[in-house]
Every structure is written in structure tokens, then in C-alpha cells.
């Protein structure tokens, strides 16, 4: 076997054979030749070759000096060169090494199986990790220069980001992995190289923050704090981001960092390029802008699920707070719609709980009084004003969206931006929702967006987009892979994003070298949306699947100690099923707690549970919300609701009472009416014969007299007033006055 040659590209070029160096032999030319062959791995035809180096010369000439250089080059490496009449390349059985390709290939199949096995790597994997990170010396052919090359310039610059953003991602996953391990001084090496390679890159700032601080050196992670500060205004004219302004508030207040599980550090949340939404991206940062400009009024997103709106809205939201917007966000669950104002709420708490305490505003116990002023004192405060961001509107409960028809109204001529996003097909005439839009659209403070699927050019550009980002898969017959994808998904980016998992989950780099009638596309790409979540699901072990029925059934964002009382399960077991739920992306991680990817998942799930299971999910929830809360005023309306589905009367019927009373001294007078009616209803379908069902149903009747009087609802207040003198024993009087006058 001839002696190795080794082509070293990251940092700076070198060529060596059998330990001596030979670039200096050749000129620069014949070294671009030479790391243009190594990185394509596989034959070039002679005229990219000349059309890369000599492109400003006629194609005669170019062709002469490619001769001439291969001439060059084959006196040293001829054992090593493949030439013939059509093509050029390295010998691929021949005894040669090359960094960068060695770096790629690494990294790539090191990413791949970190991101299978999320709950952490063993440490033959982790030793690999950091090889890979070492092989990366520096930038791709640091330094290098051809003269009159454009278009090698241009492959040069497009292969040194490439491996530049690989680089990050080692160094990011190394990192994680050696902070799980709690190897603290490593981790703050990796680190270290991470924001040597991405000086910009806040997320870099902020993981070498959480690793200081996790180690002892609170100074030191604030010092880093400003250092970020510093670089992001010097370079690109921004601030730090609500994240890492948050962090260092919490720092700076001495308060203990963040939970760091380093397995949940690893893992990142896989989203498919954002793709074919440029103009719809430009319009809604202009109705942003509008706001700034004293424009205000709400603006709608809607699209069927699954199309994009939460991604979108989100991608804009970023640039919003990357320019000094303040962002507060709140979420509408499909089951757990009874409670009062928690889209709201959760917004104002996520705000708050980015705050300093001694930033925090003295609030009462009026929710729309709170909100006004969170909003007034920010807008105040920030030079770029506020947004309130509510997804899934479809699912809001009526008293929320009065509120929300409150604050635009009242807010509209100022800096403050109401957005949302919504369901059509579950939006109907009747719908409050529905009812709203028409008010504001009225008074022209309605501004909104419909969102399409996506175009099969759109498809196209996604799969190149991967194709580029990802080597494994750039042998794949782009065509053939953009029709089955757009075939199956008709444009809908969850189920794009799906298929792509489906696809990746079944190992690309295997379907490399296939030819397009040998790709298992059929198989790979014939299941559903419904279906592909199954599936992952089904790979699960029977307690992660247990476990998980409890999620969906509990329908909003969870935490490991609900699941731990819910499902009776150690805190270890459970911490292992949710990375087993991040890998697999069915969960992912919102801060203080756990959700769904995508509320489609959750959907899927609760329907294919069996209704007796069902029950006996509800059951174990309550269960473990009245163990968890000491004071289980807090969770009333969960309590209520669960109960309810469990089918344990009793319960129910208390929790509802109060969840009623505490709904109507919140002045939440619709939810208050929702939960009396159906307290009602289980007082006299389920406990007629209860010993005091009479009395509770005396009171009952009163709450919802009293609800109904604060609405001047007065028929149906009428109605509640001959209820309650039958109830008494009383003939109904003619005369509706003499009815309230006897019943009172």
C-alpha cells in the first residue's frame, strides 16, 4: 500500500505524504485543484474543473491549463489521481485523508445519533465528540487565496460556512453532553471555542452563563452577561434578548440558576427551514410597525392546523424583541377551554417572571386593571412598545375575549400590538370569536391574514435547502422526493415536517446511492399525519405511553411532578421518559414546563384513548392536583374539570360551585354561568337524592339569579325565579314582579 496522504483544509492548507510536505511543489492553483477533488469525493468532469479555475479565461485556454496542472499534480500524487478523458478524482482506494471530509462525516453521523438518543450519549460517543471538535482546527481553507478564481472563491466561502455551522453544533452538543456529566471546566472549554467560532451567537452567551454560574462562578457568568451586551451593540446593534436579560436578572438577584439537565441542554428542538413565507413574514412586521406609529387594532392570523401560523407569527416575534420589543404570550387549550382569562394570565406571568422583583409593578387583585397596567408601564418603559401575542384563539373562553376586545379598543393609539392566531374551520358564524372579528372589522381595528399551503415550489425549495444543510442527503433525486412530499402533505407544514422526520428517522445516508425507482419512498412516505404520530408513538414502552395518555389528558402545559403523583412513578423514571418524549419530538420544553409540539399531537392522542381509560386518566389527575396543592384554590377550575370527566359526582359537583364562585368574583361572569349550569345539571341528573341536594340546589339557583341580574339577562332571570319559589314551595305568581317578589 503507497504511504497516506493527508490533506489538511480546516485552517490552513497542507498536503503531506509520508510525513513530508509537499504543497510547496505546486502553485495555488493546483492546491485548489487538489482540495476541490478531496472535498467532492467522487469524479469531476473537466470542464467544472477549468470553469472553476480559469472561468475568466476562453474555454481553449482554460482547458490548456487544466492540462498543464493535472500535468503538475500527477508527478507527485499520480498513485493517488483518477484522470481520464471526461473526469478527475482522487483514487478512492487509495490511502488518503482528509480533515475537513473526515470532520463532516463525523459531526453529521455524531448529530444523528445524539439527536436518537436524546437522554444522553455513552461515552465512547462522547469521546468521538471530542475528536470531532478537535479535527476542527479553524476556518476551511483559512487564509487561502487564488487569483482571478470567482468561482472557486465562491465554493470555497459556501463550503467554510457549512463546516463553520457543523463546527458550532459539535461544540454546542460536546458542551451539553459534558455539562450532563456535570465536567464543568470542560464544558467551559467547549464552550469557550463555541463563542470563538460565533461571537455573536446569544444562545453561545447564555450557555456559558448557565455553565459559570452552574459552577461557582456567579461573577464570572455576569461579567460574560456583559461581554454579550457589549458585542451584540458594537457589531449588529441590538441587545441582549428577553432570555438572557431574564438570566441575568435572576443572577444578579443571587437566586439559583436554572435547572441545566444536560440531556435536556442537548436537545434542540428540530424545526424545518422557514420556508415560502416572506410575504406574509413582511406584512405582519409592518403591521408591527403600524403599531409603533399609534396604528394599533388586532391582527389575525389564520390558516387550517397545521399550516404555519404559530411559526410564523413566532419568527417575527423574534425580530420584534431582537429590536426592544417587549413580548408577552399566551396560549388557549381546546380542553381546558372553562378557564377564565388563562391565556392572559399565563401571559402576564411569563412577563413577570422575567422581571426583577423589585421591577415588578404593584398589582391588585382586578385582572383587567393588571393587564392595562403591565402594558401601560412597558410600553412606557421600552422605546419599541409591546406586543400581546394569544394562539389558538379558536378555543378562548368569552370573558378572555372581552377582555382582549377591551385592551385593543382601549390600547389602539399607542404602541402596543395585539396579534392572535386562529382556526377557521372551527371558527363558526356564532363563535364569540367570530363575533369580535366583526365588531373590530366595524370600527376598522381588525387587520387579517389568511395563510395557504404551501406551493410545490415551495416543497422544491425545502428539499434543497436540506439537501445543501445536510450531505447525507444531497445524493437524493430532488424531483422525485419534492413530488412525494408535496403529494403527501399537500402543502401543510406539519405534515412536511413529519414525512422529513419519517425520512431521517430511516437513515438517509443509507438512501444515498439509490436510484430513484430503488427509494422506499411508498413505504417511508404513505402514512399520514395521523398515522406517522402513532407510529412514534407506538415505539414507546408501555409506561412512556401511560405517561404520556396522562399529558394529553391533562391539555396544557404539564410538569414532572404532575406526572410523578399522577402516574406513580420516581422522579427518575420520569425524567427518562421525557427525553425519551424531546427525542422523539412529541414534547418540547416552554421554560417552568413540558407541551406538546403541536396541539395535533395532543388532539391525536386523546382521541385514540378508549373512554374507560379516559375516565381513569381524568381520575388520576385530580387525584394528584389535590395532593399537590395544598390550597387547591389555585387549581379550582382543573379540579372541576377533571373530576367532571372522571365522573366522580360528588367531587365535581364541589369543585364547580366553587370554581363558579371564584369565576364571579373575578367578574369572569360567562365561565361563572358555565360552571353553575353545570353543577346543576350533575346536582339533578346524578345527586337528586343526596342528603342537602335540595339546599345545593337553593344555592346554585341564587348564584346564577345574581349572575343574571349583573347581566340584566332578566328573562332567564325570571326563569331562575320560578325555579327557585318551586323549589321553596310556592304557587308561581302571574305576575313576573309578584314571582321575584315571593321567591325573595
Known amino acids: 500500500m503507497p504511504p497516506q496522504l493527508r490533506l489538511t483544509l480546516l485552517g490552513t492548507f497542507q498536503a503531506t505524504l509520508a510525513g513530508e510536505t509537499i504543497q ?95 437522554a444522553g450519549v455513552d461515552d465512547a460517543a462522547l469521546t468521538s465528540l471530542q475528536t470531532c471538535a478537535a479535527w476542527y482546527a479553524g476556518d476551511f481553507l483559512s487564509g487561502f487565496q487564488v487569483h482571478a478564481s470567482l468561482a472557486f472563491e465562491d465554493w470555497m466561502l459556501l463550503q467554510r460556512e457549512r463546516l463553520h455551522n457543523l463546527a458550532g453544533q459539535v461544540l454546542y452538543q460536546l458542551t451539553a453532553q459534558l455539562a450532563a456529566r456535570r465536567r464543568y471546566t470542560e464544558a467551559l472549554m467547549a464552550s469557550a471555542r463555541w463563542l470563538e467560532l460565533d461571537p455573536w451567537n446569544e444562545d453561545a452567551h447564555r450557555q456559558h452563563m448557565l455553565l459559570l454560574a452552574s459552577d461557582g462562578q456567579r461573577s464570572a457568568a455576569l461579567h460574560q452577561y456583559e461581554s454579550c451586551r ?34 435536556a441542554l442537548a436537545q434542540g428542538a428540530y424545526r424545518l427551514p422557514f420556508v415560502a413565507r416572506e410575504a406574509e413574514h413582511a406584512w405582519l412586521l409592518q403591521r408591527w410597525q403600524a403599531s409603533q406609529r399609534w396604528q394599533g387594532g388586532l391582527t389575525l392570523v389564520s390558516g387550517e392546523a397545521g399550516i404555519g401560523k404559530t411559526r410564523l407569527v413566532q419568527e417575527v416575534l423574534e425580530q420584534v424583541a431582537l429590536q426592544g420589543g417587549v413580548v408577552l404570550q399566551g396560549r388557549c387549550y381546546e380542553f381546558n377551554r372553562a378557564q377564565p382569562f388563562q391565556a392572559i394570565h399565563d401571559a402576564m406571568q411569563n412577563y413577570l417572571g422575567s422581571l426583577h422583583p423589585a421591577e415588578r409593578p404593584a398589582l391588585t387583585n382586578d385582572l383587567l386593571i393588571n393587564i392595562e397596567r403591565l402594558l401601560t408601564d412597558a410600553r412606557q418603559t421600552c422605546p419599541n412598545g409591546v406586543t400581546l401575542f394569544l394562539d389558538d384563539l379558536q378555543w378562548a373562553d368569552t370573558d378572555t375575549l372581552d377582555v382582549l376586545n377591551y385592551l385593543v379598543r382601549r390600547l389602539a393609539h399607542g404602541p402596543c400590538w395585539f396579534v392572535g392566531t386562529y382556526r377557521p374551520e372551527e371558527t363558526p358564524p356564532a363563535h364569540p370569536l ?267 339557583l341564587c348564584s346564577l339569579e345574581t349572575l343574571y341580574e349583573l347581566q340584566k339577562r332578566r328573562s332567564e332571570q325570571n326563569a331562575v325565579l320560578g325555579d327557585l319559589a318551586k323549589l321553596a314551595g310556592l304557587d308561581l305568581p302571574s305576575a313576573p314582579g309578584a314571582a321575584a317578589d315571593a321567591a325573595r
Open 24 to 118: 510547496g511543489f505546486i502553485s495555488s492553483k493546483v492546491q485548489a485543484l487538489l482540495a476541490y477533488l478531496a472535498m467532492a469525493e467522487q469524479p469531476c468532469p473537466r470542464a467544472e474543473l477549468s470553469a472553476l479555475l480559469w472561468g475568466d479565461m476562453p474555454e481553449a485556454n482554460a482547458q490548456v491549463n487544466l492540462r498543464q496542472a493535472l500535468s503538475n499534480l500527477r508527478k507527485l500524487l499520480g498513485p493517488y489521481l483518477h484522470i481520464d478523458r471526461q473526469v478527475v478524482a482522487l483514487a478512492s482506494k487509495n490511502n488518503h485523508w482528509v480533515d475537513a471530509v473526515a470532520f463532516r462525516k463525523e459531526s453529521l453521523n455524531l448529530l444523528s445519533r445524539i439527536a436518537a438518543v436524546p
Open 230 to 263: 457589549r458585542v451584540l451593540q458594537a457589531e449588529i446593534g441590538v441587545q441582549p434578548g428577553p432570555e438572557t436579560q431574564a438570566l441575568y436578572r435572576r443572577l444578579s438577584a443571587n437566586a439559583p440558576p436554572p435547572d441545566q439537565n444536560g440531556a
Open 434 to 700: 367570530a363575533q369580535l372579528m366583526c365588531s373590530l372589522e366595524y370600527d376598522r381595528l381588525l387587520f387579517s391574514l389568511s395563510l395557504q399551503p404551501l406551493s410545490e415550489s415551495a416543497v422544491a425549495q425545502l428539499v434543497e435547502l436540506l439537501a445543501s444543510a445536510d450531505s447525507a442527503s444531497a445524493g437524493l433525486p430532488q424531483a422525485q422526493l419534492t413530488q412525494a412530499l408535496y403529494a403527501e402533505s399537500q402543502g401543510n407544514p406539519f405534515l412536511l415536517h413529519e414525512l422529513v422526520s419519517r425520512l431521517q428517522e430511516n437513515n438517509l445516508a443509507s438512501l444515498t446511492n439509490k436510484t430513484m425507482p430503488e427509494l422506499p419512498l411508498a413505504g417511508l412516505l404513505s402514512e399520514r399525519g395521523e398515522m406517522l404520530i402513532q407510529r412514534r408513538v407506538e415505539r414507546l414502552d408501555e409506561t412512556s405511553q401511560y405517561l404520556l395518555f396522562l399529558a394529553a389528558a391533562f391539555g396544557q402545559p404539564f410538569d414532572a411532578a404532575l406526572l410523578q403523583a399522577a402516574g406513580d412513578c420516581s422522579a427518575r423514571v420520569v425524567d427518562q421518559v421525557v427525553q425519551g418524549w424531546l427525542g422523539s419530538r412529541l414534547v418540547k420544553s416552554t421554560g417552568r414546563a413540558l407541551d406538546f409540539t403541536h396541539d395535533k399531537i395532543r388532539s391525536i392522542l386523546v382521541q385514540n384513548v378508549p373512554a374507560p381509560l379516559r375516565r381513569l386518566l381524568h381520575a388520576r389527575l385530580a387525584a394528584a392536583l389535590e395532593a399537590l396543592y395544598a390550597s387547591p384554590t389555585a387549581s379550582l377550575d382543573l379540579l372541576a374539570h377533571h373530576f367532571d370527566q372522571a365522573q366522580n359526582w360528588p367531587k365535581a359537583l364541589h369543585y364547580l360551585t366553587l370554581a363558579g364562585d371564584s369565576a364571579a368574583r373575578q367578574y369572569a361572569c360567562e365561565q361563572a354561568h358555565a360552571y353553575y349550569l353545570r353543577a346543576l345539571d350533575i346536582l339533578r341528573r346524578h345527586l337528586p337524592s343526596e342528603n342537602g341536594a335540595a339546599d345545593q340546589e337553593f344555592e346554585l
